[in-house]
């Protein structure tokens, strides 16, 4: 990468591969009844399993769904996988699952030589022009066809939740802030002001990072201040506005049930659009209980698909998600952008300018900088939904359609107002950059010529990825079932999983037939301990891949690559040494 400032974390691999000791953290556990009401048998199954001292709170609309946590982090990976199985033999549970704050693939996923991402990045127009994504999304058009009054502001009447680290007083942001809706999900108070310190409890942080991210949103347009670079920001919406709801110190390593608790709040406090551009590297149930609760009410939720990490991350690989990847200045695909079947859309994420705040001698000093990372490509769709909402009238739309379809609806326009780039592919970067004018310009649907698609066969669309059975480690290493490679790129991904099915099955000691049941009993379990282990992950990516490196050409599939031997016996071992619970131990064995 270029010596230019990054905002997504992942960029900062030096400082990553030197953090040896950022693992999953337990939070607790997500239990799901058979029927509503029974609350006080999950509090005797909870008793019986884990003992007295664990909390229970009711999430969701079904009342069958509990969040079970205790504030100390009392469980080990293993014992935490070992008390879910013995909770899913329980009477009356039909599911349940381990919580865990899952660490974001590192620079350990892709040991590739500063060469090799050199041959994959295209060669990027350093644009000065601190407009350019708005251009590339054709905003400005948009502002001028659809906002002409000055007194309703682009964006004006819509308020757009983030859920990240907090906000500082950035010039670029503060007037569009509203901080008594706000809220801190890190200290339970109404202050969520990000510190820009780095906390004791977490390995790789990125402060300023919700300031950044707010203001490819809302800033106005010119420059609020005079800044040593002399640049401004331009969001996409400036006449929205913005809650601050700060749920983690590190994009990195987040807390999915901070996360949750924010998007369940964010729908209960007015918030019609969430930007989410942090992510975990495993499917979580709390989390998905908790978008789901959100589009029930109408919250168009965008999240970002990743950056440098090898499959789309969640919560953007839901369905109910509308997850972006990146593109560059050329209106190309941006080399860093994680990219699979689970994308919607793309937007601008390389060489943006953003608001930047950092801290010298204790006094916040403000800039305005620029920088790379799908962290922006979220937020400037989550602009256009503003745009969208407040062009047509929020109100009009929940009278119209009820508020539970306004975020199929919008996904629909979205993604048919898309125009294909001159890199992109099918089954990668979802439908196309994202046209803003196109997505005011569509005419809603109506009864008659243009049915509108209920929520449930909406989320038929796509196979399910986390139930932790075959689709899930599609998803996962879609990347490397490709037979074939795109423009020296990374590898399309196959639908050919034959070579995935077989690898499966002789690594848990079976047969293909029989490995459906067996992904059944452990299958969470074994892509857990892919997603948080970058060793385990490559070697297991290396064994799918059907080509060897020539020496002579550069092979996508040298992004993960190991070092060390690729046999499933190996891995097999590997897997048995760190402790997995007895369970999948006796699969393995």
């Not at 996988?81 to 599911?95: A, C, F, I, M, N």
């Not at 306004?406 to 099918?426: G, V």
């Not at 989320?459 to 689709?471: E, Q, V, Y």
């Not at 996962?476 to 991904?493: C, K, P, R, T, Y």
Request: some cysteine.
């Amino acid at each position: 990468m270029s010596d230019k400032q990054s905002l997504h974390p992942l960029a900062d691999r030096e400082q990553l591969s030197n953090s040896n000791n950022l693992g999953a953290k337990f939070e607790g556990f997500f239990l799901q009844m058979v029927l509503p009401g029974l609350e006080d048998r999950v509090r005797e199954i909870v008793t019986k399993t884990l003992g007295s001292n664990w909390k229970l709170k009711s999430i969701g609309d079904n009342r069958t769904e509990f969040e079970v946590s205790k504030k100390a982090n009392t469980l080990s990976v293993k014992e935490a996988w070992e008390k879910t199985y013995h909770l899913r033999s329980q009477p009356g549970v039909v599911d349940a699952q381990p919580l865990f704050a899952v660490p974001l693939p590192s620079s350990d996923w892709n040991q590739q030589s500063k060469q090799t991402v050199a041959a994959f990045q295209t060669a990027v127009d350093e644009s000065s022009d601190v407009e350019w994504s708005l251009k590339q999304l054709r905003v400005l058009e948009t502002w001028s066809r659809f906002f002409p009054d000055p007194n309703l502001p682009p964006g004006h009447g819509v308020v757009i939740g983030l859920p990240d680290t907090g906000y500082t007083k950035h010039p670029e942001i503060v007037a569009n802030l509203l901080l008594k809706e706000s809220y801190d999900f890190l200290k339970n108070d109404k202050d969520p002001t990000d510190e820009l310190e780095t906390h004791l409890g977490e390995i790789i942080n990125k402060p300023g990072h919700g300031t950044s991210t707010t203001s490819v949103m809302i800033s106005q347009r010119g420059a609020q201040s005079n800044y040593p670079t002399g640049k401004s920001v331009t969001g996409v919406a400036p006449g929205a506005k913005v809650v601050p709801l700060r749920v983690s110190y590190s994009v990195v390593l987040l807390s999915v049930t901070n996360l949750a608790d924010a998007i369940e709040y964010a729908a209960t406090h007015g918030v019609h659009v969430l930007s989410i551009s942090l992510g975990t590297g495993l499917f979580n149930q709390r989390l998905r209980t908790a978008i789901t609760y959100a589009q029930k009410r109408g919250v168009i939720i965008v999240a970002a698909a990743g950056t440098m990490i090898p499959y789309v991350v969640w919560p953007a690989a839901y369905d109910e998600v509308i997850a972006v990847a990146g593109s560059n200045p050329k209106r190309e695909i941006w080399w860093g952008s994680s990219r699979g079947s689970q994308v919607d859309v793309t937007a601008p994420g390389d060489s943006i300018w953003y608001a930047k705040t950092d801290k010298e001698n204790g006094e916040f000093k403000y800039n305005v900088l620029q920088g790379s990372g799908t962290s922006f490509s979220a937020p400037l769709v989550a602009g256009v939904a503003a745009l969208w909402l407040s062009y047509h009238g929020r109100d009009q739309l929940i009278q119209r359609y009820g508020a539970e379809k306004i975020p199929f609806i919008f996904n629909q326009i979205l993604r048919d107002s898309c125009e294909k780039f001159p890199t992109w592919k099918p089954n990668l970067f979802g439908e196309g950059i994202v046209n803003a004018e196109k997505v005011l310009a569509a005419p809603l649907p109506d009864n008659v010529t243009n049915s509108v698609i209920a929520p449930a066969f909406a989320l038929t669309a796509h196979p399910s990825i986390d139930n932790g059975r075959l689709d899930t480690f599609v998803h996962l290493f879609g990347q490397q079932l490709s037979d074939s490679q795109v423009d020296g790129n990374f590898a399309e991904i196959s639908r050919d999983n034959a070579k995935l099915r077989s690898s499966l099955a002789k690594l848990l000691q079976t047969t293909e037939t029989e490995l459906p049941k067996r992904l059944k009993e452990v299958g969470q379990e074994l892509a857990f301990y892919f997603a948080v282990n970058p060793e385990l992950y490559k070697q297991f990516a290396a064994a799918l891949s059907s080509k060897q490196p020539s020496g002579t050409q550069l092979e996508p599939k040298t992004l993960t690559e190991s070092p060390k031997p690729r046999n499933l016996d190996q891995i097999r071992e590997k897997l048995l040494s760190q402790g997995v619970s007895k369970v999948l131990q006796t699969k393995l064995s």
